[in-house]
């Protein structure tokens, strides 16, 4: 599986340098809204130590990363739901996406124009919230008006499933959104198919100046503030530092966190707060030809981690052998880990860990 990211904001806060920096994509970028007009959309491998070490053990033909595919949607302005800036394309881009990442402007610079006068963290991301939640109420107001037709017919199902989206309807006309709202899962079953905006998982991204990419500033601070009401994760990065650690190669990359004080780029830290937020990790297969990462949700069961590979798998699934990413690099390969007694043979209820080295075996 590929997660699908859409990188949203207002016009300027650095959303297309963001992107050029994840993905070398070269999208255009200029100081003046709706520089992007039809969103870019680029793949960008996951980065995982984990997947270089096994490498190093397995010396395989070939290294393939997990992927994550991230979306540029051009800048969201006040009226973008009745359709102003382009507003009701933008807002449909968002609709396909697993995770929004909401790039925040935190710094100052007056070369650089600011849609609403000036830089105001908890503002700008209320600005983009209430668009989306009155895209959403248009979606439910019009659900809501075909099933009091239909309830009109006495069915009690109908019925129940009209209060179930009138509630919702009047959560979001409180300015809420919609997953702030305590609905059991067979409650949202009733809308899930609207694809709801404020329904998707959000992720911070303060776009700062060089000087406070290690302590923060008083923006970043009220970004955490807004994200805590909601527990959402909050990673500050400097958009134009990233585009020049994107042309760098491996070594190079390396020396210039060093200099700059940083273990890991603002992209890196992105990227695993993008994982953490949907809930997924990564389990490996490895062999001379292929050493590989796979992508699966917290909680999944071996047969279901191996249908990412191939539906086949799930199919015809016996069994599981795993071991731990620890016990593999511990003992230097698999034919090491299987005498030494730490190959697992598992089930169909086995919860796959994340770093599992996994080999499945199925029936055809």
């Known amino acids: 599986m590929s997660l699908r990211c859409g990188i949203v904001g207002l016009p300027n806060v650095g959303k297309s340098t963001l992107f050029n920096a994840l993905s070398s994509a070269g999208a255009e970028s200029a100081n003046f809204p709706f520089c992007t007009i039809d969103p870019n959309v680029g793949m960008v491998p996951v980065p995982d130590s984990r997947l270089n070490t096994l490498s190093d053990l397995v010396k395989p033909a070939s290294l393939v990363p997990a992927t994550i595919e991230f979306v540029d949607i051009a800048g969201l302005v006040k009226g973008a739901s009745e359709g102003k800036g382009k507003g009701n394309a933008f ?47 248009e979606s439910v107001e019009k659900r809501l008006g075909n099933l009091q037709k239909q309830a009109k017919s006495g069915d009690k199902k109908i019925q129940r499933e009209v209060d179930i989206v009138d509630e919702l309807r009047a959560h979001l ?12 899962p067979e409650q949202k079953l009733v809308y899930r198919d609207l694809f709801l905006l404020t329904d998707k998982p959000v992720l911070y991204a303060c ?3 060089e000087d406070d990419i290690e302590t923060g500033n008083e923006f970043t601070r009220e970004v955490e503030s807004v994200a805590g009401e909601f527990g959402d994760e909050v990673v500050s990065f400097c958009a134009k530092i990233e585009e020049e650690i994107s042309e760098l190669d491996e070594e190079e990359k390396l020396m210039f966190l060093e200099e700059l004080g940083l273990k890991e780029s603002g992209l890196d830290r992105l990227i695993q707060s993008a994982y953490k937020g949907l809930g997924l990790i990564t389990y490996f297969t490895a062999g001379p030809k292929e050493v590989r990462a796979w992508t699966i949700r917290r909680g999944t069961k071996a047969p279901q981690a191996a249908g990412v590979i191939h539906t086949d798998f799930e199919r015809g699934f016996i069994r599981a052998e795993t071991i731990s990413f ?16 730490v190959m697992k043979q598992e089930g169909k209820e086995y919860v796959v860990k994340d770093g599992d080295i996994m080999l499945f075996r199925f029936n055809v």
């Not at 609709?95 to 006068?117: P, W």
């Not at 620890?326 to 007694?341: H, I, L, N, P, R």
């Open 91 to 137: 807002l449909s881009h968002i609709r396909e996406v697993d995770l929004i990442i909401h790039v925040v402007r935190c710094f100052v610079d007056d070369d650089i124009i600011h849609v609403e006068g000036g830089v105001h963290p908890e503002r700008d991301i209320h600005i983009i919230d209430d668009e989306l939640i009155l895209k959403d109420l």
């Open 173 to 184: 006309e409180s300015g809420q959104t919609v997953r702030t709202l305590a609905h059991s």
């Open 207 to 209: 776009n700062v100046s």
């Open 326 to 341: 620890e016990d593999y690099v511990a003992y230097g390969s698999e034919k090491a880990a299987k005498e030494a007694g």
